[in-house]
Structures are given as C-alpha cells and as structure tokens.
C-alpha cells in the first residue's frame, strides 16, 4: 500500500494569511494526487487533481504543486470560508485517502 | 450534472447486515469510464475508502473490510449498493457514495448518510 502523510494535522492561520499543507507519499505517484476540503457536516469536494490542475470553480487562491513523492496545497490568501479540513488522495493505488489537515482560524 | 444521493437505513443492530443505496442521477452508470465507490468517515475522524464497483459488475474492496463488504450494481435502476455485514458499533459512520474518475479523484459525492450501529 502507498501511505500518504500529511503536515501539519492542524494549522490555525488568520484571514489573509498564507498556508501550506504537505502531503508525502510513501513511494513515487508521479502526479497522480488529488486534494480535497470538507467543511462540518459536508461531503468532501474536489479541489485540485492531478496534483496542480483546479477543478472548474474553485478560486485561484488555491494551487497545488508537486510529483513523485512531495506534494503542497497553498491557499495564498485565506477567506472565512477556507476554514475547513483538507484531504489529499493519491490515485495509484488503494485504500487512497491521507489523514487530513484541519485549518483553524487562529 | 450528475448527482448521487445515498439512502437507507439510519440505524442498524450490532451483528446485522448495514444497506445502503447510492442513486445516480443526470448521468448513467452504464455509460463506463467510472468507477462508483462507497467511502465512509467514522464521527470526528478522516475519510476510509471501503470499495469499488464498475458498472459490468467488478468490484474492487479495501482489503481491512474486504470479508464483510459486498458492493453490487442496478443498472437498470442506475443505483450501486453497498451490504456490510456483522456491524459492530466501530461501523458507526457516514457514509458517503462518490463517482471515482480514473486518475482525477472522487467527483461528485452524495451528501452522505449517517448510519449508527447500537441496539
């Protein structure tokens, strides 16, 4: 099985601030990693596959970036309702799912 | 736009069979390309992908769960099922359907359905 790691678990940020989370991977996934935010009581939404492309209508705000092991979701400028829980998903192989992020407002 | 609503039971007795259904609608499952996976999220923890159905009946489990899951396909009705059998309270989660697109992720998800195992 391919373990995905994320870091932080928790972040607690500002509105307007810039954050990045870390997904690594236990082995190379080329660019096959998708990322994803869930805010209380929603279902997961897709925010960026293929490692760096946004799906249709999420902000610019949100980009991804990385291959083979490393890979980072920044949000280069918080909003209230970036506030949620972020799951990064690598499509090798499964079971697929990292542990989660939560994003805090500090 | 193709949309998916699970549906089913809300609570179900330790040792029995937990059922739930996942409707597709604004698309077909027939249709291929998709796969159709049922993924659940026990209270306050993160997501668990538990299977996989393609719409010609092949099925893909998450080894932990692999002997107590069954996931099988209507098409006629555009509906997957999920059976997991001999629940205990450790099963009590929300349970969530998504289209899995091959090498993009899990597009849409159903809003998900809480199912509490306790007698």
């Known amino acids: 099985d391919i373990q995905l790691t994320q870091s932080p678990s928790f972040l607690s940020a500002s509105v307007g601030d810039r954050v990045t989370i870390t997904c690594r991977a236990s082995q190379g996934i080329s660019s096959y990693l998708a990322w994803y935010q869930q805010k209380p009581g929603k279902a997961p939404k897709l925010l960026i596959y293929?490692?760096?492309t946004l799906q249709s209508g999420v902000p610019s705000r949100f980009s991804g970036s990385g291959s083979g092991t490393e890979f980072t979701l920044t949000i280069s400028s918080l909003q209230p309702e970036d506030f949620a829980t972020y799951y990064c998903q690598q499509l090798n192989s499964y079971p697929p799912f990292g542990q989660g992020t939560k994003l805090e407002i500090k | 736009q193709v949309q998916l609503q699970e549906s089913g039971p809300g609570l179900v007795k330790p040792s029995q069979t937990l059922s739930l259904t996942c409707t597709v609608s604004?698309?077909?499952?027939?249709?291929?390309?998709?796969?159709w996976s049922w993924i659940r999220q026990h209270p306050g923890k993160g997501l668990e992908w538990i299977g996989y159905?393609?719409?010609?009946?092949?099925?893909y489990y998450n080894p932990s769960l692999k002997s107590r899951v069954t996931i099988s396909v209507d098409t006629s009705k555009n509906q997957f099922s999920l059976k997991l059998s001999s629940v205990t309270a450790a099963d009590t989660a929300v349970y969530y359907c998504?289209?899995?697109?091959?090498?993009?992720?899990?597009?849409?998800w159903g809003q998900g359905t809480l199912v509490t195992v306790s007698s």
């Open positions: 293929a490692a760096s």
């Open positions: 159905i393609y719409y010609s009946g092949s099925t």
């Open positions: 604004g698309g077909s499952i027939s249709s291929g390309g998709y796969y």
């Open positions: 998504a289209r899995d697109i091959p090498g993009l992720g899990f597009d849409p």
